[in-house]
């Protein structure tokens, strides 16, 4: 069942998603060669405190981090480590907060010192995915628009879309109905309505789609081993168009 959100809500939603791309782009800020993503999860959990929200991944379903860390051929849900990132890595950071009561849920993949041109292009058509599909975000419009329209952009660069894992609703529950795809055809789907929230995510992968998940439980790596991006934002759907809730400065 799809919730639509009243004004107020989104208000709320507004906030925590906006403290989320804070926080992001003060991760973002820290990551160069020799940073471990372990400081990086602390100072997600400090920044947090000093912004009196929650950090909604801690905890939720047994995952014991506050922030998600997938490097290179990681493609999400990535755990923290001591391992010091080096020059040419790529880091994708998922991050998210509870605010009041709501939750707030972004992504941004970011080069680690000087990277190929390869992880250069796979990190932007990964962003240009999520932009063609927040376009696609208009009232009226079928769920499957969003999805065609980021497939149309990365298979058209030669790229993969992740089919395992997809993007969400998002409200009081960090996970909320519909389901979001990353690939579809137009035309098919919900229809797409005011006060509607979607936590939009393209997973790309630089081969194959095909991922599996490690044994620990959470990190999901591409299957083939090559480098894997990732960029989302929670967006609502508004009479006059999409609006960005987590947009990053």
Not at 39 to 63: H, I, N, Q
Not at 107 to 122: C, D, E, F, Y
Request: net charge neutral; proline share 5%; hydrophobic share 40%.
């Amino acid at each position: 069942m799809v919730i639509l959100k009243l004004p107020d809500e989104i208000e709320r939603l507004r906030t925590s998603n906006g403290i989320v791309a804070e926080i992001l782009t003060e991760l973002r800020e820290r990551v160069k060669p020799g940073v471990t993503t372990r400081e990086l999860d602390r100072l997600s959990e400090t920044l947090s405190r000093k912004s009196r929200v929650v950090p909604a991944f801690k905890g939720y379903r047994g995952y014991p981090f506050a922030l998600c860390t997938s490097v290179n051929g990681e493609v999400v849900h990535g755990m923290p480590s001591d391992r010091p990132l080096i020059s040419g890595d790529i880091l994708s950071l998922d991050f998210g907060v509870i605010y009041k009561g709501y939750y707030g849920d972004a992504a941004i993949t970011v080069p680690v010192g000087t990277v190929s041109a390869t992880a250069q292009r796979l990190m932007k058509v990964t962003e240009q995915g999520l932009y063609d599909g927040i376009e696609q975000a208009l009232a009226g419009n079928r769920l499957g628009d969003v999805s065609a329209a980021v497939q149309r952009r990365v298979e058209a660069a030669g790229f993969s879309v992740v089919r395992d894992f997809v993007g969400h609703g998002i409200g009081r529950s960090m996970h909320e109905d519909p389901q979001i795809p990353n690939y579809g055809v137009r035309g098919r789907g919900i229809q797409l309505r005011p006060g509607m929230v979607l936590a939009i995510e393209p997973m790309v992968n630089e081969g194959s789609y095909r991922v599996k998940v490690l044994s620990d439980g959470w990190t999901v790596i591409t299957e083939d081993g090559r480098l894997s991006a990732h960029f989302e934002h929670s967006v609502a759907i508004m009479e006059n168009g999409p609006e960005i809730l987590s947009r990053i400065q």
